[in-house]
């Protein structure tokens, strides 16, 4: 694989990656994607007890970034439906290296002397080889300003699904998230669901996008990358929930669409998606 170069290149140098899968599992993972080696020591196995310090950071982070959306994920979800599973890859740096606030954020210990993570990319193996589940990806950059790690989210995604090494993702989230944003730098996503009230909130979306290594590098900012995208034919605002249902039901009637960019914000909490249908 190319080395990855993005355009926030202190972000290379200064953060260290991990990983956290059960021991048997990380022989099947690329722990040197892109060139870059996750150190042993940043290999962390959820069975043993020496790994609590770091995983109990991650629960922080989880708690700290999705918290006040209301969607912390318990310890035991992390163990059953992350770690067990699938994987946890992220980037992280030495105490030492981080400000006041983010060890504060964090609750850093004054005896931690692992890695600190400060993002995650929790992906869970599918059926169908070479598929992964994207569950969950989170990144302190927004909380914490001042460490300057703009860009941190869409370089651990494209770094987690190296080390994966996955040749399709799906995943869902929300129409008004932020994070499509980051999803959509991948290419056009499929959507596989406009509404859906398997979910605990119905107007989640799914979709399904394959990988390439030229658009998981635009997808870690590096100049390098690059993916083709249609024109949109309209728009989904992230609040209008019939349009949802309807477009819903054109999918269930056989006809596909695709979020085709990044979303434009109308709105504190409000997005409008580009969406086309793919040609014949």
């Not at 080395?3 to 993972?29: D, I, T, Y």
Request: include cysteine; glycine fraction near 8%; hydrophobic fraction near 45%.
């Amino acid at each position: 694989m190319t080395l990855l170069s993005p355009v926030n290149g202190s972000l290379v140098a200064r953060l260290r990656p991990f990983v956290v899968a059960l021991k048997e599992h990380q022989s099947a993972l690329d722990c040197a994607a892109f060139g870059w080696e996750i150190r042993d020591e940043d290999r962390l196995d959820p069975l043993c007890v020496v790994s609590a310090p770091v995983l109990e950071i991650l629960r922080r982070l989880d708690a700290a970034t999705f918290g006040p959306e209301g969607m912390p994920m318990p310890r035991w979800v992390f163990f059953d439906g992350a770690e067990l599973p699938g994987a946890i890859v992220g980037f992280g740096a030495d105490p030492d290296a981080l400000s006041d606030r983010t060890r504060e954020l964090l609750k850093v210990g004054s005896d931690h002397s692992g890695v600190v993570p400060l993002s995650m990319f929790i992906a869970i193996p599918t059926h169908e080889p070479g598929t992964w589940m994207a569950h969950n990806l989170a990144s302190m950059a927004p909380l914490v300003r001042d460490e300057k790690l703009h860009g941190l989210g869409g370089l651990t995604k494209a770094y987690g699904l190296g080390v994966y090494r996955a040749r399709r993702q799906i995943g869902a989230t929300q129409w008004n998230s932020s994070a499509l944003s980051i999803h959509a730098r991948l290419g056009p996503l499929e959507l596989l669901s406009a509404w859906t009230p398997a979910h605990s909130e119905p107007w989640t979306l799914t979709y399904g996008v394959d990988v390439t290594e030229v658009a998981l590098l635009n997808l870690a900012r590096d100049p390098a990358g690059s993916v083709a995208r249609p024109k949109p034919d309209f728009w989904v605002d992230s609040d209008d929930h019939p349009a949802m249902r309807a477009l819903q039901s054109r999918f269930e009637a056989g006809e596909r669409f695709l979020i085709v960019g990044r979303p434009e914000r109308v709105g504190p909490e409000r997005l409008r998606v580009p969406v086309a249908q793919p040609a014949e």
